[in-house]
């Protein structure tokens, strides 16, 4: 069973930065893409960036520019890097990932969330 544990999440003041992190483990044979989500309250899960076995990555507008998505391939872990936090950045962020596993099957597998809160 592939599984994800993300780390990273917590409280900032507008204008700073956090960084996530997610790790997979498990029957790996291939990766092909790891994500981050996020979604807040009566609002539905968003793409915030994605990044594909080949290095081509995938932004949300609203985060293009402050935010970098990176990857450890040796470690199966992928980076979240959030700068000039905005309050409007405060939700329960999810690692994703889309994998085949050894025994042939593709699979997307989600994280269990980490909070990010942006206040002063």
């Keep these: 069973q592939v599984q994800l544990v993300e780390s990273g999440g917590g409280l900032v003041q507008p204008g700073g930065s956090l960084r996530l992190s997610c790790a997979a483990s498990g029957p790996i044979l291939r990766i092909n893409y790891m994500g981050w989500f996020r979604q807040t309250p009566g609002k539905e899960r968003e793409l915030v960036a994605a990044i594909t076995s080949g290095g081509s990555t995938n932004y949300a507008d609203s985060v293009k520019g402050r935010f970098t998505i990176s990857t450890d391939n040796a470690e199966n872990t992928v980076y979240l890097q959030m ?27 989600w994280g269990q969330g980490t909070l990010v809160t942006v206040s002063s």
């Design 83 to 109: 700068n000039s936090l905005k309050p409007e950045d405060t939700a329960s962020y999810y690692c994703n990932l889309g994998v085949f596993t050894t025994q042939i099957r593709y699979l997307q597998v």
